[in-house]
């Protein structure tokens, strides 16, 4: 049976790993390898980073510590961060992550995911989709890093869901912007939408505060993996914790 | 010491199986030169991507010729040890013939997503050297959207809509259908029980 996966997200601006309220006030938690490694002693079943200045400084994510990353880590890593073309993927991968993400590149020009699923296989190419209900309709939005940026693009989610796969997105994360950093718990009405469109792997984003919130998403969306973020950097959900409550709750889960 | 040759046949994971044999104390050596690869007391057959492409990579760098005839342990990588077989499905590519069977695209139906991507249990089902020491709950990283049949050749399955070879070994021939350099402790007694063959 395949697991359900748990997902840490590391922010990394400048060659650490850092937390904040997206562009203020960032506090450096340490090291990028030191963290990576912490959180796959802790059980962790895959890492996403993501390279917050990268996309602002246009340029991709710095290959030199995804090479360290790589060289360490013995579990699957994802980077994210100002992915633009083949080549931007290509330094990525070949410096030994599993796979990209793209995300508001991917709407600028959708053919961006048709070139790196012919170039690399579908298996690395990730879409993010950064989503939320406006006047009654799911919508995507664009440049979320940055909220002087933030705009709503004319894109209904689950079409857009859709033609990312239908262009090759091997898996789908959908950052449910309305419970992002709320720590409510997951956007589920959100999450089943999209989960009915969304025949590859579906991560949810948004929204983790208690080991509940995971058992709620992976019964009531039936979504391959959650990712988190502070709920696990603030160290008020241990990973261990979280997977022994949701093995009791009858949820595969790596030991 | 083993004297590990990773086949330098493209594919983007070139780097990740290299460090996976970094982090045994092995430095394993790329290459596609005949004699190098045949004076290797182990070689790895690592690649990502589809079949028609690796297969393309391998006649194109003659490798494809080469590998049958090597003596020492091979060990396929995920679309490594797809390329293995006789056949896959995927771009109906015929592949080395070192082992039969053909592979086949995970259904949908029965499967629900494809790709099978994620971590899911191998379960042995007979001995080998191989499997040395993971126990019975080891969990392994897969990502792959074509499966192996299960046959002889097989040494643990892994259930995805039913049972597909995981594990496989015939000869000097292993090949994993998951990723040991991103499975953890178990992918890394995999290959290491690899380096014990002779």
Redesign the interface.
């Known amino acids: 049976m395949l697991t359900r996966r748990i997902i840490p997200c590391l922010d990394v601006r400048d060659g650490q790993v850092v937390k904040g309220v997206r562009f203020r006030d960032h506090v450096v938690m340490g090291g990028i390898e030191e963290l990576a490694l912490r959180y796959r002693d802790e059980g962790a079943d895959e890492l996403v980073f993501y390279d917050i200045t990268a996309s602002p400084q246009g340029r991709s994510a710095d290959a030199a510590w995804v090479r360290r990353v790589a060289r360490h880590l013995d579990i699957p890593f994802c980077v994210a961060g100002g992915i633009r073309s083949v080549a931007d993927a290509e330094r990525i991968l070949h410096a030994g992550a599993d796979k990209i993400s793209v995300n508001s590149p991917a709407l600028e020009r959708p053919q961006l995911i048709d070139e790196l699923a012919a170039a690399f296989g579908v298996q690395c190419v990730v879409v993010g989709v950064d989503s939320q209900l406006l006047d009654g309709e799911l919508r995507v939005h664009q440049y979320t890093g940055d909220p002087d940026k933030t705009r709503v693009v004319p894109r209904e989610t689950t079409a857009w869901v859709r033609e990312a796969i239908a262009r090759g997105a091997g898996e789908i994360v959908l950052n449910c912007m309305s419970s992002d950093g709320a720590r409510n718990g997951y956007d589920l009405a959100q999450l089943q939408a999209v989960r009915a469109a969304c025949a590859v792997p579906l991560i949810a984003s948004g929204g983790a505060g208690t080991a509940q919130h995971f058992a709620e998403v992976f019964r009531a969306a039936d979504v391959d993996g959650a990712l988190a973020a502070s709920v696990f950097h603030s160290g008020t959900l241990p990973i261990p914790e979280l997977k022994s409550f949701l093995r009791g709750q009858g949820i595969e889960i790596r030991p | 010491m083993a004297d590990v040759v990773m086949l330098d046949s493209g594919g983007?994971?070139?780097?990740?199986v290299q460090?996976?044999f970094?982090?045994l104390g092995v430095a394993a050596a790329l290459s596609r030169d005949p004699e190098r690869i045949r004076r290797a007391s182990h070689v790895v057959l690592p690649g990502?991507?589809?079949a028609g492409p690796g297969m393309a990579r391998l006649r194109a760098a003659g490798l494809d010729r080469l590998i049958p005839t090597l003596t020492q342990p091979v060990l396929g990588v995920c679309l490594g040890m797809q390329l293995l077989f006789q056949s896959s499905a995927e771009g109906d590519t015929a592949c080395l013939g070192i082992l039969a069977g053909r592979l086949e695209r995970f259904d949908?139906a029965r499967c629900g997503?494809?790709?099978?991507?994620?971590?899911?249990?191998i379960d042995g089902v007979r001995d080998s050297p191989l499997l040395a020491g993971l126990g019975a709950?080891a969990?392994a990283?897969f990502?792959?959207?074509y499966a192996a049949p299960v046959t002889a050749a097989t040494v643990a399955t892994c259930?995805?809509g039913g049972a597909f070879a995981a594990v496989v070994s015939e000869r000097n021939f292993h090949g994993a259908q998951f990723?040991p350099?991103?499975?953890?402790?178990v992918?890394?007694r995999l290959l290491a029980n690899f380096l014990e063959l002779e």
Request: no cysteine; hydrophobic share 35%.
């Open positions: 983007s994971n070139l780097a990740s460090f996976a970094e982090r990502v991507g589809a949908t997503r494809v790709p099978h991507m994620g971590w899911n249990r709950d969990f990283y990502v792959h959207s259930d995805y990723h350099e991103r499975s953890a402790l992918g890394a």
